[in-house]
């Protein structure tokens, strides 16, 4: 049954669908699970991947289904939404369908976006544990990588108090001779913490530490995340994590985990993470959640492991990527599948009216305040100016060889004419459309968006990558900017193009991918141009080496590895009922 979203909270929504969810014995007889296949962990459980993919290894994939977005607004485009409403309307036309989502930082959720639970009745149950560290990944992650971050600055201050005799009698280490000016990691904490973006450490005498400068980034920013997202298996996790390059010697050479003997105990604290979280949909369809990266300064992507074990278990898969199609959709074509082998047969492309007005010119939004009446009323102009961004990323999911469904997820204000406006353009753009009304009725909302996928995934297409793995890394952003941002072109500091000659020019670097590192907010670097921005050169002004994960990360613009937390966060509405430990307000 489908809620009254209007009247009810999403929280309270969740509430009364968790009074029906299944359990953790319920979920392994309704998937068809071995008994030591699900780990229960309270009302919730894991699901063991090494086991599941054994036993179904020779059991032909269910479709793969992908959903990203046009470009974000304040307005929103209900990306998770649209996921969890595809899941419940495939469900309604009696699909065996399952989906992956990423779980969400501390962060957003405690600051502007709130939780990324999906809304109305497209939700994910239960919404309390989901949003509040689920069953411990992202607070794993944040203990190896900053064991490793302890491992190194203990060696720092261990080298500079002994001589070589020393280090060796009484500790049996080399000396590294690590470059203080050079160091590439930093800590991590899973909040949006501006003030310890740069920080002094080891401030004291020659027992406090190694005095230097040194930075905070977010958890779900770490490599260990973006690690965790891309790994095939148990092995394939301890290989890389003792592969992250911490920092550089004075002489120019990497110096890694592995050097720092870290990179075992970094596996010993992340060896659950490998196994995904069951959750439900409002509607009892299974969904995993497995990592949980951003996608302006990672890989955007839950795990490959999930997508490999859902596409077994289930018909139809569902998983999503950060973002819009320039960013998420990008790294999930030319980084993710090139990574599981894996290729998909769809991708939605989730759009909402409102969002469409802003990039058609409309009024600047301003939290707290009404929304202008162009966003609530019909305005066929700028919903038609504002089309160009779809049309722009229904070509970049276009040039992947992948079908295309643009979903219009639907408000209450939106227009029959303003709905046939976006059909058209998108029509037109050769994308099937579907209009959908999920948040309000669940399943029966998504039915002709579940028809519209049905249809592409029966199509056969030519995914192709866009661009070959031989491409020098300038090449290849130079490519990404043209034909997926839309730039004339990409300019490079001196420091940023010394670094892209120096990795272009090592063979170990060859294989690495492309992780762009970009504004999620515009097609540019710029997150106030909105629309399809034209004549402008995208600017390069580093390159991050995540050598466990093999990524090159070039950095464009001024973002921030660690985000800030605004004047109105959402912590301020979240409280506990006292007497019965229930959560309100997180979203």
């Avoid at 595809?86 to 992956?100: C, H, Q, S, T």
């Avoid at 500079?160 to 005799?165: G, K, S, T």
């Avoid at 995540?546 to 613009?557: E, M, N, T």
Wanted: charged share 25%; hydrophobic share 40%; proline share 5%.
């Amino acid at each position: 049954m489908a809620y009254d979203a209007v009247k009810m909270a999403d929280w309270q929504i969740s509430e009364a669908a968790e009074k029906n969810m299944p359990s953790p014995d319920q979920w392994r007889e309704k998937l068809g699970l071995e008994k030591d296949e699900i780990l229960p962990m309270g009302r919730l459980a894991k699901l063991d991947f090494l086991k599941i993919i054994n036993r179904l290894q020779n059991r032909p994939d269910g479709k793969y289904i992908e959903v990203t977005a046009i470009t974000p607004t304040p307005l929103g485009e209900g990306k998770s939404t649209t996921s969890v409403g595809l899941m419940e309307g495939l469900g309604k036309r009696g699909k065996n369908v399952g989906g992956a989502l990423r779980q969400p930082s501390g962060g957003p959720t405690m600051n502007v976006k709130g939780t990324a639970a999906g809304g109305g009745n497209a939700l994910i149950i239960p919404m309390t544990e989901f949003s509040l560290g689920l069953t411990g990944d992202i607070n794993d992650i944040m203990n190896a990588h900053n064991l490793a971050m302890v491992a190194l600055t203990a060696r720092m201050q261990h080298e500079r108090n002994y001589n070589d005799e020393q280090l060796a009698r009484l500790t049996k280490m080399r000396r590294l001779d690590i470059d203080p000016t050079r160091v590439e990691m930093g800590w991590i904490i899973d909040f949006c913490a501006q003030s310890l973006r740069n920080i002094v450490i080891g401030l004291g005498g020659r027992t406090d530490g190694y005095t230097m400068q040194s930075k905070f980034g977010i958890a779900v920013g770490s490599e260990c995340m973006a690690i965790l997202a891309i790994i095939k298996d148990l092995a394939d996790l301890k290989k890389r994590l003792n592969e992250i390059t911490v920092a550089f010697d004075k002489a120019g050479k990497p110096v890694t985990t592995g050097d720092l003997e870290v990179g075992n105990a970094m596996t010993a604290f992340m060896r659950n993470t490998i196994n995904p979280t069951l959750l439900s949909t409002a509607e009892y369809q299974p969904c995993m959640i497995h990592a949980g990266p951003f996608a302006n300064i990672a890989v955007g992507q839950s795990s490959i492991i999930a997508d490999r074990i859902g596409l077994k278990m289930f018909d139809y898969h569902v998983t999503e990527s950060g973002f819009a199609a320039d960013i998420g959709f990008e790294k999930f074509w030319n980084v993710k599948c090139r990574n599981s082998g894996l290729k998909p047969h769809v991708s939605v492309l989730t759009t909402t009216i409102r969002a469409l007005k802003m990039h058609g010119g409309g009024p600047k939004v301003v939290a707290g305040i009404a929304l202008p009446e162009a966003y609530t009323k019909e305005n066929l102009e700028l919903v038609e100016k504002g089309c160009a961004n779809m049309v722009h990323h229904i070509n970049t999911i276009r040039k992947a060889g992948i079908n295309p469904v643009v979903c219009i997820n639907c408000f209450h204000t939106d227009t029959d004419a303003e709905v046939a406006i976006v059909r058209k353009a998108a029509e037109a753009a050769g994308a099937r459309c579907a209009k959908s009304t999920h948040w309000a009725d669940g399943g029966d909302g998504a039915l002709e968006l579940a028809d519209a996928v049905i249809d592409a995934c029966n199509e056969g297409n030519d995914f192709k990558f866009l661009y070959p793995l031989e491409m020098k890394l300038r090449d290849r952003v130079a490519l990404i900017a043209k034909e997926v941002y839309g730039a004339d072109g990409v300019t490079w500091t001196p420091e940023a193009e010394a670094k892209a000659k120096m990795l272009e020019g090592d063979p170990k670097y060859a294989d690495f991918a492309t992780m762009m590192v970009k504004t999620h907010l515009s097609l540019t670097h710029d997150p106030v141009l909105k629309g399809v921005p034209k004549g402008w050169v995208l600017p390069i002004r580093d390159v991050l080496i995540y050598s466990g994960a093999k990524f090159l990360c070039p950095c464009a613009g001024a973002i921030s590895l660690m985000p800030g937390t605004s004047s109105n966060p959402a912590f301020r509405r979240i409280d506990v009922d006292t007497a019965t430990g229930k959560v309100s307000g997180l979203f």
